[in-house]
């Protein structure tokens, strides 16, 4: 997730791409040889952890924010974890998303500024809710925001997809993947959102 020309840049950019890098290495180790994979598992049982970075995406939540006519900024945080667990029966499959911003400070942040960093994920929290969580103005419009889900997700799994990451054999994540898609595609998800984000902070 880090961009190598951000952490050559120096400076604040930098410190920017180094917060993500700690970030994930904290959630979700999984991408090294030999890592200790603490925090959230990619693939335990019936439970799924895909992270996703929200810059490629800035485009597409403005155009939405500005459609559905909500008072808030164009603040987003840096992160969205997608947590997803495979139904039994007759159940659903259930997606939980939750914003996550991170910083990286040489020295303590106050907590002011923490407030104000945590802001920034729930902003995109009022949006998500919006999209995903409530009722929309018309069935264009849901098939509009299912898509840009299914969208994120072909991506994510697509970043997940070696076999050493997820620690099974390609085919069952090749499965799992098209269910997911297909279910939110087809608006057969249930899907739960933390709406006021998380702020993970490091200095």
Known sequence: IP????????GSQARGELGLL??????QDAFRQ???????????????HLILAVDPYE????????????????????????????????EKIRIKVTPVEVKFR??????????????????LGVLLNELWVKALPSNLWTVRSSALLGQM?????????????HGNPAEAWTRVQE??????????????????????VFD
């Open 106 to 123: 040489q020295g303590q942040m106050p907590g002011a500024d923490m407030r104000d960093a945590l802001t920034q994920a729930s902003n």
């Open 153 to 165: 997700l072909e991506l994510a799994f697509r970043i997940y997809a070696d076999p050493t990451v």
């Open 22 to 27: 700690l970030a994930v290495r904290f959630l």
């Open 3 to 10: 961009i190598l020309k951000r952490l050559a840049a120096g």
């Open 59 to 90: 485009t597409s939540f403005d155009g939405l924010r500005k459609a559905l006519r909500l008072q808030t900024s164009e603040q987003r945080p840096d992160l969205l974890v997608f947590s997803i667990r495979m139904p039994q029966a007759e």
């Open 34 to 48: 030999g890592a200790a994979r603490v925090g959230l598992p990619v693939w335990r049982g019936r439970c799924i």
């Open 179 to 200: 269910t997911v898609i297909s279910a939110v595609l087809n608006q057969k998800a249930e899907i739960t959102l933390s709406a006021k984000g998380r702020l993970l």
